[in-house]
């Protein structure tokens, strides 16, 4: 019996590894990174007609739990970490009680931010996702209420999968992006992207003028001293991630390269360069970041400061919090400092609520379910200005 058990758990590693090398995770020697370098964002001045025109920043966390931020009484680990940034927008502006994501998953929820329409409209209903994730998250499907909203996509004519960079929003639909373009705004994009690669569907063939892009999702490499990990080995998602992802960002579709710092601050440091650059003319900053995603990665430094929490995946999770509010701030104040924020619209929102898979049960309290599901913890979401 033990035998059994033994060939049982290999044959299960074994197939876990085959879905890994279907998706081509393994061989991480697929794109050379390079050393980090300087990102040169536009500066083009602007016209005098244009200058009066309000910018726009719209600030996307992802997976963010309804009960990450203190706004409403809530917050990480009791309340104790606290979202001052976050909640100050709310507090000056307006907080939308029925505000709601279009989807239950990162992609569709996105498409419908860029397009203004329900992603079912054009069949972008599910997350793009690499060959063999869909078997793993099969493998998990007892941990997740409902239907895991993501599917492999074939080519309807050929009967071939499609390629991971060819799966996301159509072409010719007409993006938020675009529009604003067209009305006169330089327009940057910073972070997550998932609406593809190819086809004329990437960020800056989709109206951004330019686009500082997560090629992979690494916050830092996983060796570098001034990180602290958690795992969750009891997840096939979290596996799949730390096998596959990178510590990698493209700029204007460029090859890879190091980001310059942990990812949350790296993004942000970058948003305050585009506010130099375009102080005098109206932008559209899209700062989608990747925070509090997993895998979780957090600086030494932020893990370091909230020394109160015991649980270590809950501490870890808390400084991405901690990292994503201090970031808000940053903008905020760069904002003042310029003397644009009385005419810029700051929006701060979540593509969906909180993942059930990274073993955190009260992200999304006092709603019930997880990303993936369409219970009012996930798409019941921040939306706040």
């Known amino acids: 019996m033990v ?3 033994l060939l049982g758990g290999l044959a299960y590693q074994y197939r876990f590894e085959l879905m890994l090398e279907g998706i081509g995770i393994l061989a991480k020697s697929r794109n050379t990174i390079s050393p980090h370098r300087e990102v040169e964002w536009s500066d083009t001045e602007a016209l005098d007609d244009e200058k009066q025109m309000p910018n726009i920043i719209l600030i996307l966390a992802d997976d963010l739990g309804f009960n990450d931020i203190t706004v409403n009484g809530g917050g990480v680990a009791g309340g104790t970490v606290p979202t001052p940034n976050i909640d100050s927008i709310a507090r000056e502006g307006v907080m939308f009680t029925n505000g709601y994501a279009a989807n239950a998953t990162c992609a569709p929820s996105r498409a419908a931010l860029m397009s203004g329409k329900y992603p079912t409209r054009f069949g972008f209903e599910f997350s793009p996702t690499p060959t063999g994730m869909m078997p793993m998250v099969a493998m998990m499907a007892g941990t997740v209420e409902g239907r895991p909203s993501m599917v492999t996509h074939f080519d309807e004519q050929e009967g071939d999968r499609i390629p991971y960079e060819d799966m996301g929003l159509p072409a010719e639909e007409t993006t938020l992006a675009e529009i604003l373009k067209k009305a ?17 569907m990437s960020a800056i063939d989709q109206g ?3 686009s500082l892009l997560m090629a992979s999702g690494l916050y830092m ?3 570098d001293p001034l990180v602290v990990n958690s795992y969750q080995d009891f997840d096939p998602i979290d596996r799949f991630l730390w096998k596959g992802l990178r510590f990698a960002a493209s ?3 460029s090859d890879w390269f190091e980001p310059g710092g942990y990812l949350t601050d790296y993004y942000t440091d970058e948003a305050l360069k585009v506010i130099e650059k375009n102080r005098d003319r ?3 900053l899209y700062l989608a970041h990747w925070a509090p ?18 649980n270590h995946r809950l501490r870890v999770y808390a400084a991405m919090i901690r990292a994503l509010d201090r970031g808000v701030g940053k903008v905020l104040n760069s904002l003042e400092k310029h003397g644009i924020a009385d005419n810029t619209l700051v929006i701060f929102t979540s593509d969906n609520g909180g993942a059930g898979y990274i073993g955190l049960p009260e992200v999304n309290q006092p709603y019930r379910g997880w990303k993936m599901s369409f219970f009012e913890g996930v798409v019941y979401t921040y939306l706040i200005l």
Do not use: C, M
């Open 282 to 284: 109206p932008f559209f």
């Open 293 to 310: 995603h997993s895998p979780l990665q957090a600086t030494k430094e932020d893990y370091d400061s909230l020394s109160h929490i015991e």
């Open 221 to 223: 490499n996983e060796d």
């Open 208 to 210: 951004f003028d330019d």
């Open 184 to 200: 006169g705004y330089y327009t940057a994009h910073i972070g997550k992207w998932h609406l593809g690669r190819s086809s004329g």
């Open 3 to 5: 035998i059994v058990f």
């Open 251 to 253: 700029f204007n579709n």
